[in-house]
């Protein structure tokens, strides 16, 4: 099975700063099409998942563009550019190249 | 607008048997993979499994595989998980979620963008 790896598990941010989280696979998930299936999903508090972004890098319908994925190797990282009180929740990165899909530990995004 | 509605659930003891129904609208169902999603209390979230849009390709997590059935009415637009002999560690809440895009083939399937989600139904497996 393919091990995803979040880090960090916690992360205080203060509104209107920059906040990344990164996430590292086992295993390589890049596809022959040349995508990497890597999704990242937000869990607000008390709410069902919501994806963000998919493909690594692709901006889910009606996620605001301060938020940004990158890709390197099996290495991913998500960017927020400025952090709103909106944003708090437990962030995600999942795998889906192969069969048993896979999440991150998660990482939970509080305001300072 | 697209949405997944979820029911079933409930409390029951452990051995018996629970079935889940996912009802979409609003997409086009019939072209879209399909998998189920459970988060235990206080934990992170758990791949349960996929069904194909047409159901000839599915798979399951190990820790439910033998016990847990998914499968799929394109008439209805419903997908379901029939979970039998059900354990204190099936206890979670379960989502379903439509897949932007899911392709099968061999015995692997790949998927993207896992949107939207169903609400959540909660499992409660105690004696």
């Known amino acids: 099975d393919i091990v995803m790896t979040q880090s960090p598990l916690s992360l205080p941010v203060t509104p209107g700063e920059p906040a990344s989280i990164s996430c590292r696979s086992s295993q390589s998930l890049l596809h022959s099409n040349g995508y990497n299936y890597l999704d990242w999903y937000l869990q607000k508090p008390g709410q069902s998942p919501q994806l963000l972004l998919y493909?690594?890098?692709t901006r889910a319908s009606g996620v605001p563009d301060r938020f940004s994925g990158s890709a390197s190797g099996t290495d991913f990282t998500l960017r927020i550019s400025r952090v709103e009180a909106e944003d708090v929740g437990v962030y995600y990165c999942m795998q889906a190249l192969q069969t048993p899909i896979t999440f991150g530990q998660g990482t939970r995004l509080e305001i300072k | 607008q697209v949405q997944l509605v979820q029911s079933g659930g409930g409390v029951v003891q452990p051995g018996r048997s629970l079935r889940l129904s996912c009802a979409a609208s609003g997409f086009t169902f019939n072209i879209h993979g399909m998998h189920w999603v459970r988060q235990a209390p206080g934990k992170g979230l758990e791949w349960v499994a996929i069904?194909?849009?047409?159901?000839?390709?599915?798979y399951y997590a190990d820790s439910v595989k033998g016990r847990f059935t998914i499968s799929r009415d394109n008439s209805k637009n419903t997908v379901s998980l029939e979970m039998s002999n059900l354990r204190p560690g099936d206890t979670a809440v379960y989502y379903c979620?439509?897949?932007?895009?899911?392709?099968?083939?061999?015995?692997?399937?790949?998927?993207?963008?896992?949107?939207?989600w169903g609400q959540g139904t909660r499992v409660t497996v105690s004696s």
């Open positions: 069904t194909s849009y047409d159901g000839r390709h599915k």
């Open positions: 979620a439509k897949a932007t895009s899911t392709y099968c083939r061999g015995n692997n399937c790949y998927s993207s963008g896992f949107d939207p």
């Open positions: 493909l690594a890098s």
